[in-house]
């Protein structure tokens, strides 16, 4: 409890420091991870979806473009987040020293690694804004209703935000960052109903696929575009909010403990 306890608002302080840097070079962070999802509308929703007349789910034909483009900001909303504390923060750590610099000031260890969280949030719900405005130019996204992906793409960030800086905390190495970024990021990635629905697989790929938080994340941003929405899906987002606060506590736990040694 004592971890949590020394979480304080100073922690926004490292969420401004690391605003600030991200202000000086927007274009080489921001431009590239957002146009990456156009490339994959473009290419598998206007380009494949010239070959897939309509695409069943949940008893609903629809375009493949439109089946697609929700999957694409969770995914970006991934991306954004879990890197930016995988490298971003194993960077700061390792290589810039910025964490021991920081440490020099009245700020505590929690502090410091619950603003990394914080930041890789916010760069989850930029992602998930930008991509949103992006969909919504193709007529893709259904309002009021798709309002919804902001307060998601905060909670999947904080979420995978906390799974990015627990793996910069057991990598001893940057290199090492590829093992879960191919065990974990790519079978959610490809697994969890952001490219083709999940009804035609296997019984245990299914089970597995509802085990990843990107599918919980795909289903309910889903659901908000195509206005959609259903009570079950309280629970996915409750899966992803729970699993989020737990998943931060152990990686500033983990973090710090490294930090100290």
Known sequence: MSLIANIS??????????????????????????????????????GLGAYVQKISYEGRALDYLAFLAPGMIAVGVMFHSIFECMYGSFVRMRYERTFDAILC?????????????????????????????????????????????????????????????????????IDNLNLPTFLFVNPMFLLSGTFFPLDGLPP??????????????????????????RPGLLLSFAYIAGLGLAVSFFAIRRMKARLIR
């Open 204 to 229: 245990w790929m299914r089970a597995l696929a509802h085990v990843l938080p990107l599918t919980h994340a795909v289903d309910i941003l889903r659901a908000a575009t195509l206005g959609r929405l």
């Open 9 to 46: 608002r100073r922690s926004l302080h490292v969420w401004r420091r690391n605003l600030d840097v991200s202000l000086v070079t927007w274009k080489t962070n921001v431009l590239p991870p957002l146009l990456e999802p156009l490339l994959y509308i473009l290419a598998f929703g206007v």
């Open 105 to 173: 000031t009245p700020l505590l260890i929690e502090d410091i690694l619950a603003g990394e969280i914080l930041w890789g949030a916010t760069r989850g719900l930029f992602a998930g804004t930008a991509i949103l405005a992006m969909v919504s130019c193709f007529g893709l996204a259904s309002y009021p209703h798709s309002l919804l992906v902001l307060p998601v793409s905060l909670a999947a960030g904080l979420l995978f935000a906390a799974f990015g800086l627990y793996f910069a905390a057991i990598s001893p190495y």
